[in-house]
C-alpha cells in the first residue's frame, strides 16, 4: 500500500493506537458495532440518510435525487488503485444508457448482464451497504477489498526504522497547520515548546523523519542572524544605489577655497593629461578628487596649456583653484633649459636649482656620463669636449631640492634621445652626406648657435653642407664659424679678428681646420633639428646678420663683402 506525505494521507494503522479509543478522528467517538471497512475496526459516520441503489441492469433508479452516503476515504482511493471508477454523485440517464461505455465488449461471466447496456445490481448491506459488493466490472479477478488481505498486518519494528505504534496515521483535530501543512514552523513560532500540548508534541518528536530525528526548531539566534543578513543586505544596497547616483548625477567632491595655506610641491611628467595631473594632485592632497580637477580644467578655456614641470600649490584647494593657479607662472618651479644652451651654463642652473655645490652636476657628467642613457652611436667620439653636449634636451624639467643630479641629467639625455628617435636622425645622417647621426647633431648644434630665427635655420644648415664640400670654390671646405671658436673659449663675442681666429690651433676651430668640430657645440632644440634634416637647396654660403635679430644670406663672397661693409658702416669701424 502506497505510503502518503505525512499531513496529507492517511499512515500505516495499527490496532493498538490509542487515537482510535480518545476520539481522535474529529473529536467524534466511532460508533459501536459499525462495521469498517477498513479490516473490521469500528468507523464513525456521520449518521445521514442511506440510499439504496435500485436494479441498474433494468434502469430503476430509486434513489436518483436523494441525499448520497460518501463513499469512504481509503474505500475511494482503494478502488482507484484496481481501476475501478467510482460514481459517488447521481447519474444522469442519459450517461448510464450506454454513451460512456458504448465501446466496451459485453461478458458472459459475472461482471455483465447479457443484455445490452444492462448495469449489474449492487445489492445493499445493511450494515455496510459498500463493503461486500461483488466486482460489477471485472468478475474473474479477485476482489480482496472487505476481507483481511486488502490491509496486510503492520510491518515488524525496525523493518524501516518506525515502530508500529507510531506508523498510525494521526487524527485531525481542529484545523492546526504544522510545517507540513501549508505555515512554516519559523512563523508558527516553532521554537516554543512549552506552548505545544506535551501529547501532539511527543508523538511529533517521535514521527520525525529519520525514524527518530527530531525536527529543526529555529530559536532567537536564528531570528537575529536573519535580522543582521537582512539589515546587511539593505545597507549594501542603499552604499551602491548612493555610489551610483553620486557617479552619475551627483556632484564630484570637491574642497572649498584656494587651500588651508601649507604649501606642496608636485611634479607633473611630461605628456600628462588631465586624469593624470589630477591624480598627482590628489595625492599630494591639493585636489580632493580627480574628477573634480578634469572637469574644472575642460571648463577653463586654458586648461590644456598646462605644462609638465614642478608646481608650487598648496593643499585643500579647490580644483578650480588649483588649476587657475598651475596656468600662472608663478606656479610653476621648473628648471627651464633654453635653446643653444651649452652643457656647462645646464650644470650650473642645476647645481643652483639642487643646492649643492658648484661643480657637482659636471663632475657627476664627466664620470658617469656612460651610465646617463646616450645612444650607441653618441659614444666612442675623438677629441669631444663633453660627451653629453648635445643631449641635454631645452625643455622644461621638474627639478627640485633633494634630487641627485645623476637623475636630473637621465632626464634630459632620455628627452633628446627620443626626439631625435622621433625625428629620424639615425636613419636620414647617410643620405644627408654625412658619416653618422652624431655629426648630423653637430650640424643641428651649428645651426642653432649661428641662426637668429626659426626662419634661418633651413639656410643655414644648406650653407653648413654646401662649405662641407672639399672642392667648393668659395671657402674650399673651411666652415669658418665664430660659433665653434667660441665654444672652444667658453665665451660669446661677436667682435673677433681674423688674426685672432685663424691662429688658434684647437679641432673646434673651424677656422683652423676643415670640416665639421669633433661633436656638437650646444643643445639644438626641434626647429634647428629639423632644419638640418631638410636644408634648402638655394646655393647658398654666407650668411649675416646686420641687426642681430635676422641673417640675410649670399650665394658669392663679392656678395658678402658688400653686406661686411655695410655693418661695418652701422657700427662706425
Not at 477489498?145 to 483535530?173: I, K, N
Request: proline share 8%.
Amino acid at each position: 500500500m502506497t505510503e502518503y506525505g505525512r499531513g496529507q494521507g492517511s499512515e500505516p494503522w495499527h490496532p493498538e493506537d490509542p487515537l482510535y479509543g480518545d476520539g481522535g478522528w474529529g473529536g467524534q467517538q466511532a460508533h459501536q458495532g459499525q462495521q469498517s471497512p477498513h479490516g473490521g475496526q469500528p468507523q464513525h459516520y456521520p449518521e445521514q440518510p442511506q440510499q439504496q441503489y435500485g436494479d441498474w441492469g433494468t434502469g430503476d433508479q430509486s434513489g436518483y435525487g436523494q441525499p448520497q452516503q460518501p463513499y469512504p476515504y481509503d474505500q475511494q482511493y482503494a478502488a482507484q488503485a484496481h481501476g475501478h471508477q467510482q460514481y459517488p454523485g447521481p447519474q444522469d440517464p442519459g450517461h448510464q444508457q450506454g454513451q460512456g461505455y458504448h465501446h466496451q465488449q459485453q461478458y458472459d461471466t459475472g461482471g455483465w448482464a447479457t443484455g445490452p447496456h444492462q448495469q449489474v445490481s449492487y445489492p445493499g448491506d445493511p450494515q455496510d451497504p459498500y463493503g461486500q459488493q461483488a466486482g460489477a466490472y471485472d468478475a474473474g479477478r479477485q476482489d480482496y477489498y472487505g476481507t483481511s488481505d486488502a490491509y496486510p498486518p503492520p510491518e515488524p519494528p525496525g523493518r524501516r526504522g518506525v515502530e508500529p505504534e507510531l506508523a498510525a496515521p494521526e487524527p485531525e483535530t481542529d484545523w492546526d497547520p504544522g510545517p507540513d501543512q501549508g505555515e512554516h514552523a519559523f512563523f508558527a513560532g516553532g521554537d516554543d515548546d512549552d506552548d505545544e500540548p506535551e501529547g501532539r508534541r511527543g508523538r511529533d518528536d517521535k514521527r520525525g523523519r529519520g525514524g527518530g530525528k527530531p525536527k529543526k526548531r529555529r530559536n532567537g539566534m536564528a531570528c537575529l542572524l536573519v535580522a543582521v543578513i537582512l539589515g546587511g543586505g539593505l545597507a549594501g544596497v542603499s552604499y551602491f544605489g548612493y555610489q551610483f547616483y553620486q557617479d552619475r548625477f551627483g556632484d564630484d567632491p570637491d574642497f572649498a577655497g584656494g587651500g588651508n595655506g601649507q604649501q606642496v610641491s608636485v611634479e607633473i611628467p611630461k605628456g600628462a593629461d588631465g586624469y593624470a595631473i589630477g591624480r598627482a594632485l590628489k595625492s599630494a592632497g591639493v585636489v580632493k578628487s580627480v574628477d573634480a580637477f578634469v572637469s574644472a580644467q575642460a571648463d577653463n578655456p586654458e586648461g590644456r596649456s598646462i605644462q609638465d614641470g614642478v608646481y608650487t600649490l598648496q593643499k585643500q584647494m579647490s580644483a578650480a583653484s588649483a588649476v587657475e593657479l598651475m596656468l600662472s607662472p608663478e606656479s610653476r618651479d621648473n628648471l627651464i633649459i633654453a635653446e643653444g644652451r651649452r652643457n656647462a651654463d645646464i650644470y650650473r642652473l642645476i647645481d643652483k636649482r639642487l643646492d649643492v655645490e658648484a661643480g657637482t652636476t659636471a663632475a657627476v657628467a664627466k664620470k658617469d656620463y656612460k651610465k646617463l642613457g646616450l645612444p650607441a652611436w653618441a659614444q666612442n667620439h675623438a677629441q669631444v669636449k663633453d660627451p653629453l653636449e648635445g643631449f641635454l634636451y631645452p625643455s622644461s624639467y621638474g627639478v627640485s631640492e633633494g634630487q641627485k643630479p645623476a637623475d636630473v641629467l637621465k632626464q634630459m639625455v632620455e628627452r633628446a634621445t627620443a626626439t631625435y628617435d622621433k625625428l629620424g636622425v639615425e636613419k636620414k645622417a647617410e643620405s644627408l652626406g654625412l658619416e653618422d647621426p652624431w655629426q648630423l647633431v653637430t650640424v643641428a648644434s651649428l645651426v642653432q648657435a649661428e641662426g637668429t630665427s626659426h626662419d634661418d635655420f633651413r639656410k643655414m644648415a644648406e650653407v653648413v653642407y654646401n662649405r662641407m664640400k672639399p672642392g667648393n670654390p668659395q671657402t674650399n671646405g673651411m666652415l669658418e664659424f665664430d660659433s665653434t671658436y667660441n665654444y672652444i673659449k667658453n665665451q660669446s663675442k661677436i667682435d673677433l679678428s681674423l688674426s685672432e681666429l685663424r691662429n688658434y690651433d684647437n679641432p673646434y676651430n673651424t677656422y683652423f681646420h676643415k670640416g665639421l668640430p669633433p661633436g656638437p657645440i650646444d643643445n639644438p632644440g626641434e626647429d634647428a633639428i629639423k632644419g638640418a634634416l631638410k636644408p634648402t637647396d638655394d646655393g647658398w654660403y654666407y650668411f649675416i646678420s646686420l641687426d642681430g635679430k635676422t641673417s640675410k644670406f649670399t650665394r658669392t663672397n663679392a656678395e658678402h663683402q658688400k653686406l661686411v661693409d655695410q655693418f661695418n658702416a652701422s657700427r662706425n669701424n
